[in-house]
């Protein structure tokens, strides 16, 4: 990821001691020191009050084959409050659930997902490339014997339960057929004000917005810009407007494009972004929703929960039940 950058060379240096300033308080909160969540609390504004809910990365990708049933039943097990799936279309026009262009990624199979029948995809298994290691450290892969199907999206909606909301990530292109294909499944299983779709391809967002049912995220890009804005120069130029959901990476590896009459220089920074500024900022109205990813160890969720995040995207919604247990 690269972000622009024109501005003189003291909001870069401002930027760096923003991200050394939230460095330091996560450190911080790896001691367990309770004053440190306390400050920053206060600090966000007064946003930290309830806990965080999880939500389940691809049904749980650390636990079980990644967008499966088996996946689902697992995070649902695991108490994940939240639901999120990665769906394409089959060559036929059916959607499933399936994050990778190829098949050849996770199944034992070939091909694009949209060049395959519905049929064809479902005689895969899915749960080909997923391993653990077993009690003497060796790499293990428990369901190349006990093949998973690839789900469609009307099976995952009617296994998961009504009352668990579901972020639909749509991964496909061209826009158009996805978009058309999904959005009848969810009529069709009355299921939209269950869903929230999610996407980082804009032309996917705008054909959703045309369904005056469909409920997105704010793209991607509108979020990462108005974050760098406030990390680089400490404006909060267009809040997001009431009732938004926004998502993005609590931490991110980020490439600072500086341009000089002759060139230009970068620097490599590994992002902790969101920091009681920038909660504050997207939080200008208070019903603004907060969705962090990667969030997958007890200290970045403490310091989720401090911020006053609604929702922290996790690979292990079972390691996520432990550390909620024990905080």
């Known amino acids: 990821m690269q972000i622009p950058v024109s501005a003189p060379r003291k909001y870069l240096a401002a930027a760096f001691s923003v991200l050394a300033l939230r460095a330091a308080v996560l450190g911080m909160l790896r001691a367990g020191a309770p004053a440190a969540l306390m400050s920053l609390a206060l600090l966000s504004g007064g946003h930290a009050s309830a806990a965080p809910l999880v ?25 994940a409050d939240v639901l999120w799936i990665t769906v394409q279309i089959s060559s036929d026009g059916v959607p499933v659930l399936y994050r990778p262009a190829n098949v050849a990624a996770l199944s034992d199979g070939q091909g694009l997902v949209n060049t395959l029948t519905l049929a064809q995809l479902q005689q895969l298994n899915v749960g080909h490339a997923f391993s653990r290691n077993d009690a003497d450290g060796q790499k293990t892969y428990p369901y190349r014997a006990q093949a998973l199907q690839m789900p469609t999206l009307q099976e995952a909606l009617r296994l998961i339960p009504k009352s668990v909301p579901i972020l639909i990530d749509l991964k496909q292109l061209p826009a158009a057929p996805l978009v058309a294909a999904v959005a009848q499944v969810l009529g069709q299983e009355q299921a939209w004000d269950r869903i929230r779709v999610y996407s980082t391809e804009a032309e996917i967002l705008r054909l959703m917005a045309n369904y005056p049912q469909a409920r997105l995220f704010e793209s991607r890009d509108a979020t990462r810009d108005r974050l760098s804005s406030v990390a680089l120069s400490g ?20 490439t600072v494009v500086e341009k000089f009459t002759l060139g230009e220089g970068t620097s490599v920074v590994k992002a902790r972004w969101w920091t009681p500024a920038a909660v504050s900022c997207f939080k200008t109205h208070p019903d603004v929703k907060i969705v962090l990813f990667g969030i997958d160890s007890a200290a970045a969720y403490q310091a989720a929960e401090a911020l006053g995040i609604d929702h922290v995207m996790t690979d292990s919604p079972r390691k996520m039940k432990t550390i909620r247990a024990t905080k």
Do not use: Y
Request: neutral net charge.
């Open 55 to 79: 939500v389940a990365h691809r049904g749980g990708t650390g636990d079980a084959p990644e967008n499966t049933l088996t996946a689902i039943r697992s995070a649902l097990k695991n108490q």
């Open 235 to 254: 404006a909060c130029e267009k809040p997001p407007s009431a009732g938004s959901w926004v998502g993005m990476e609590f931490e991110r590896t980020v």
